[in-house]
């Protein structure tokens, strides 16, 4: 049962020698072969690879030669994050032959601390998406419930990591991509500061909003992991120098004298009753740890799905361009003149959701448009991103369900788009305002997972990982494992 284990456990393990990383992977690789066939979580694996860093994880090991928490561990990495000679194609037709010649700076951060990439896990289309059912692969399963999703667009990574067919994973997060699928398949999520982790690699879709964070099973690996994907990078113009703290030392079991501000605007109207009623329980196992708990309001909470539509499509449409048929992926053959190429590399490569969202972003820049539109939207944003200045200047931590719903039916939302963006309106004005948040099981309805939301200030990840780990220290949602 090596695959149901954390990476601090395992940690334990290959450090005193009781279990090789050869044997690990090998042991996960089993478990994928297993298991994929119901909740088809990946869309590469790179076995051979994997048992030659391995190999090289269990020398290091021997030779005690610079030994971290993540040596020898099998990760998975979301497949619009580059890896040099492995297919990197964001679940999309465009890409679908394209083998990247350098690492995202992610990948080579998990390399440099002796981490096995085990393979590229399955997402909506360029991370455009909350269920997963946008892959142009295939759609993958939640392993809680096969007949539901596993959210998106992180749906792979969160349902390999609960399925047990990685140990740890990473996601990337523009309107919740990380939180929201950590809810439905009950996992831990964070979705870091912009800025804290490098973008550098990763295959951009809103560059103001993405963000790169871990998927694990619990807060101590999400710590691990930040442990290594923090930090500043020249390649990345938008990361952030600032010194990054050890995460794992801020897992202390201690919320007292923390205020925490329940957010009024996601605990009503649209949100189920049985996410309300955990939540609020939840809330209360904090006021027994020695939390203060008030109600705060975000009234601006109200407009951040429209404003974030028009955000992030306006920066995909840019963003997207570059996918033409000249210099990489898909070119079509029914090509006359440079025109037609543009335009039937286009139509053939990319799928509905993303066509969908072009078009918006292209609409909304378009001249006449930009003023009623975009600008109108990036004011917006900055009232949201004032309503949690204001919220967070009163409390230590903001929480929320992190999803309306636990996880829904495959097929259940793809006819209304509408009604599939509404999924992430708990999540949305986080990214907007570029905050930390963290999801973490902390109940179950129908047999289902349900995720609480923590929201931090800026750079603030030490707090939501130290008030998460108080929670799950003193509840047992987290060790929960679905039997698939």
């Known amino acids: 049962m090596t695959h149901g284990k954390t990476v601090h456990e395992l940690h334990s393990q290959l450090a005193a020698g009781k279990i090789s990383s050869v044997e690990l992977t090998k042991a996960l690789f089993e478990r994928i072969e297993k298991t994929e066939d119901q909740v088809k979580a990946f869309v590469t ?103 539901t999703v596993p959210g998106g667009s992180s749906g792979g990574s969160a349902a390999a990591v609960a399925a047990g067919e990685a140990i740890v994973a990473t996601g990337s997060d523009t309107g919740g991509s990380i939180r929201q699928p950590a809810s439905f398949c009950g996992v831990v999520g964070l979705k870091p500061t912009y800025g804290r982790v490098s973008r550098y690699g990763l295959v951009a879709f809103a560059s103001s909003l993405d963000q790169i964070g871990p998927l694990s099973k619990d807060v101590t690996d999400a710590a691990i992991m930040m442990n290594v994907l923090a930090g500043h990078d020249i390649k990345d113009s938008t990361s952030v120098d600032r010194p990054v703290p050890d995460y794992r030392q801020a897992l202390v079991s201690d919320v007292k004298k923390m205020k925490l501000g329940l957010i009024k605007e996601l605990m009503g109207q649209g949100i189920d009753a049985e996410v309300k009623a955990a939540v609020k329980k939840a809330a209360d196992t904090y006021a027994d740890l020695g ?113 309306p719903t636990v996880a829904f039916k495959i097929g259940e939302k793809t006819a209304d788009p509408l009604a599939m963006y509404l999924s992430d309106i708990a999540t949305i004005p986080v990214n907007l305002a570029g905050l930390p948040a963290l999801s973490l099981p902390c109940g179950f309805s129908g047999g289902l997972p349900i995720g609480l939301q923590l929201i931090g200030q800026p750079f603030a990840e030490e707090t939501i990982m130290r008030c998460a780990f108080a929670y799950e220290q003193n509840t047992e949602w987290h060790k929960a494992r679905p039997n698939v």
């Open 45 to 147: 694996l790179s076995k051979e690879t994997a048992l030659e860093q391995a190999r090289a994880a269990d020398l290091r090991i021997k030779n005690n030669d610079n030994i971290t928490p993540l040596t020898g561990i099998p990760v998975a990495v979301k497949d619009n994050m580059c890896t040099q000679g492995i297919l990197t194609t964001c679940s999309s037709k465009i890409l679908a032959n394209y083998i990247p010649p350098y690492d995202a700076t992610v990948v080579t951060k998990l390399k440099a601390a002796g981490a096995v990439i085990i393979g590229k896990t399955n997402l909506d289309e360029f991370a455009m998406g909350s269920s997963t059912e946008n892959s142009a692969v295939h759609p993958t399963r939640n392993p809680w419930d096969l007949a």
């Open 291 to 403: 939390a203060e708990i008030i109600e705060v309001s975000l009234p601006s909470f109200e407009s951040a799905v429209a404003t974030y539509y028009l955000i992030a499509p306006a920066e995909a449409s840019s963003n997207l361009a570059r996918f033409d048929g000249v210099k990489f992926g898909h070119r079509s053959k029914e090509a006359k003149d440079l025109i037609s190429m543009y335009y039937n590399t286009r139509r053939e490569g990319f799928g509905p959701e993303v066509k969908r969202r072009i078009m918006l972003g292209t609409y909304a820049l378009s001249a006449g448009y930009y003023d009623a539109y975009y600008l109108k939207a990036l004011k917006v944003r900055t009232l949201i991103k004032r309503d949690f200045e204001k919220a967070l200047g009163r409390c230590d931590v903001l929480i929320s369900p992190t999803a």
